[in-house]
C-alpha cells in the first residue's frame, strides 16, 4: 500500500500480487490531524497491508510545511498501529506532473480514466493527481526492492 498527500487530498493505491488492486482518496483527511489519522488507521485496518510506502517528509524539498507536518503525523500513525513502513524519495521522471499522470497511466490502465487534464496557469491542479503520487511510490518502492 502506497499513501501520499498533497495539499487537498490523501489517497492510496493498493497492490497484491504485484497488481493495483484499489485506489481512494480523501478530502476529508486534509481538514486537520485528527481526520487524517481517523482516515488513515480506517484504511489500514480495513485493507492490512505487508507494507506501507511514503514519502520522507524529510527529504520532501516540494513540500510545503503543512504538508510535510501531514506526512509525519501519518508515519506515527502507521508506527503507532505497528505497520511496516517504507519511506522513499519522491522521484518525477517526468518534466509535469500531467505527463506523470499519463505515463502511470498507461501501465496501470484500470485508472486511465482518472488521468487528471493539465490546468490552465490559473488553475489549480486537480486532485487526482494525488493518486498519481501514491502510485508514483509505490514504483519508487517497487524499483529499490528489485
Known amino acids: 500500500m502506497a499513501v501520499a498527500v498533497r ?3 490523501m489517497a492510496c493505491v493498493l497492490f497484491s500480487g504485484g497488481q493495483l488492486k484499489l485506489w481512494r482518496g480523501s478530502e476529508k483527511a486534509m481538514r486537520d490531524f485528527k481526520a487524517e489519522r481517523s482516515v488513515l488507521k480506517r484504511w489500514l485496518e480495513l485493507y492490512q497491508p505487508d507494507t506501507v510506502v511514503m514519502e520522507d517528509s524529510h ?3 516540494r513540500k510545503g510545511e503543512r ?3 501531514l506526512l509525519a503525523n501519518a508515519r506515527k500513525t502507521i508506527e503507532r498501529l505497528g505497520f511496516n ?3 522513499v524519495q519522491r522521484s518525477v521522471r517526468c ?3 500531467t505527463e506523470l499522470c499519463e505515463n502511470l497511466a498507461k501501465r496501470y490502465p484500470a485508472i486511465a480514466h482518472l488521468v487528471p ?3 490552465k496557469i490559473w488553475e489549480s491542479e486537480q486532485e ?3 493518486l498519481f503520487e501514491a502510485l508514483n511510490l ?9
Open 7 to 9: 495539499s487537498r487530498k
Open 59 to 61: 527529504s520532501s524539498e
Open 67 to 69: 504538508q510535510k507536518t
Open 85 to 87: 513502513l517504507m519511506l
Open 95 to 97: 518534466p509535469n506532473v
Open 117 to 119: 487534464r493539465k490546468p
Open 128 to 130: 487526482n493527481v494525488t
Open 138 to 146: 509505490a514504483d519508487i518502492a517497487d524499483a529499490k526492492n528489485l
